[in-house]
């Protein structure tokens, strides 16, 4: 960028922070201009961080902090210029210099944490919005395999079409869907990413796929046309992919120019990147992962239910759980169903059974009446109301859920129950049904581990793990979700 752009840059920063007028001072350090506002809710956030040159917008230490980059020395000194040299402070701007640097020679071991965080921020991120989708579509598959395993409904009639289509569509364009979502996430044109992923997703390609049809080839290297429905780490690189193409085409791109050719780099080169070599490649290595997983759990058995179904809500506890989901999701994208997951909803069954144990025991009506809440939600699958509301104020009553999903989760690996959806707990029951076979040995698994679960977790949670006379523990704030870090 030219000068006379980061004046230009310069004013429209001032002014959507609150004008000069709500600015206190400004300081830089290596990349950001770290502004002390008199008011922070006056800024138009949104505004800025859609400017060409500005790369993000953080709140952090007191400061509203614009991030630049490189070019962040000449940002400021562009806005002193307008706002005036009594707004700076050389010697706190050395400072933060400083302090940046610091920062930046952090151990290998912090930067490689910070890292893994994001990693994992951006994959859950852009999975969170479609999980509960992903469950319902499978609850509804799950039902109807039953209906026509039942011979409720026959799987030639207009009625089973409409339905399944219902519940297929959120898988089969799940390409769409999570680049919309990835790109939410990362900052980048949801539109355009989900183009993407409608080319990957198209029929003839999908077609192709099927009769095992190479793209194209160079002497001995072919490059095969890959199925990707149901697939999601495709898609979340390429998302990734053309949020920085299309910051470097912005940047070049003349502004009249933008609107039709932007889009049309950024779709042609990333459509091709994937569909040649990171989409494949990175299908390869999903599957591999979820085989991996299946093979050593399958093999482990009782052992991996266990440990899993003893120590998962623990993880939970402190938010390590989210490395866990992007594993659930592979497995449920690419085989069609999750050893894994139907361990880990042994510990949503235990859960809410401890819970509910104390919705019956209690008399004191406001717990009671949280309590009971909070167990209807842990066997609707979601947990959180039941471990922050209750069950960790009251530390046995969260033990004794421990102890019923570990008997649970012991039994599950024993019987080598699968999964072929993602909602979980009792609401997830249809998940358990095989689409191809409908109910067979795994269901049967489930009502078993579930039973297990039930009667072990509610049992030790009424006799030992709570009374009235027990006095609530500190209450534990629910770790931060990496998918909605800043």
Not at 173 to 195: E, N, S
Request: hydrophobic fraction near 50%.
């Amino acid at each position: 960028m030219a000068n006379k752009d980061y004046t230009e840059l310069a004013k429209s920063i001032v002014s959507n922070v609150g004008g000069k007028q709500n600015i206190k001072s400004l300081i830089h350090c290596i990349t950001r201009l770290r502004f002390y506002l008199k008011d922070e809710s006056l800024a138009k956030t949104d505004n800025i961080k859609n400017q060409d040159g500005v790369i993000d917008v953080l709140k952090a230490q007191g400061q509203y902090q614009v991030v630049i980059g490189h070019a962040v020395t000449d940002v400021y000194d562009a806005v002193i210029a307008l706002v005036g040299h009594e707004y700076s402070d050389s010697d706190a701007t050395d400072a933060a210099i400083a302090e940046t640097k610091a920062e930046s020679e952090r151990s290998a071991g912090q930067k490689f944490k910070n890292g893994f965080d994001a990693f994992i921020g951006i994959i859950t991120g852009s999975m969170s919005p479609v999980v509960g989708i992903l469950a319902a579509s499978g609850i509804l598959k799950g039902l109807l395999a039953m209906f026509t395993g039942f011979h409720w409904l026959s799987a030639t009639g207009n009625t089973f079409l409409l339905l399944n289509a219902m519940g297929d569509s959120a898988f089969y364009f799940l390409p769409i869907i999570i680049g919309y979502t990835a790109a939410k996430r990362l900052g980048g044109d949801p539109i355009v990413t989900a183009v993407i992923g409608g080319a990957i997703a198209y029929p003839t390609i999908l077609a192709a796929a099927g009769k095992g049809l190479n793209i194209m080839g160079l002497g001995a290297l072919h490059f095969p046309f890959v199925s990707y429905t149901y697939s999601i780490f495709p898609m979340i690189l390429a998302a990734w992919m053309a949020m920085k193409l299309t910051k470097w085409v912005k940047s070049w791109l003349p502004g009249y120019l933008q609107t039709i050719f932007t889009p049309l780099i950024v779709i042609l080169v990333v459509s091709t990147v994937t569909l040649l070599v990171t989409g494949p490649v990175i299908t390869w290595l999903a599957d591999g992962l979820a085989s991996g997983i299946a093979w050593s759990l399958q093999t482990s058995g009782w052992v991996s239910g266990l440990l899993l179904g003893g120590f998962y809500q623990i993880l939970v506890i402190f938010g390590l759980h989210w490395g866990v989901v992007p594993l659930v999701a592979n497995d449920i994208a690419t085989t069609g169903h999750s050893y894994l997951n139907a361990i880990l909803c042994q510990t949503m069954v235990s859960q809410g059974a401890a819970v509910l144990a104390v919705a019956i025991k209690s008399r004191k009506t406001n717990l009671k009446e949280l309590s009971w809440g909070a167990a209807i939600s842990a066997f609707c699958g979601v947990t959180e109301p039941a471990i922050y509301g209750v069950n960790l104020r009251y530390r046995r009553v969260f033990i004794s859920g421990l102890i019923g999903s570990a008997v649970g989760g012991f039994i599950t690996g024993l019987l080598h129950v699968n999964m072929w959806g993602f909602a979980g707990s009792l609401i997830g029951f249809p998940s358990f049904i095989n689409p191809k076979v409908g109910i067979d040995a795994s269901f049967w698994g489930f009502v078993i581990a579930s039973a297990a679960s039930l009667i072990v977790g509610f049992t030790v949670a009424y006799i030992w793990g709570y009374s009235d006379k027990m006095q609530k523990e500190q209450e534990i704030k629910r770790a931060k979700n990496p998918a909605k870090a800043v």
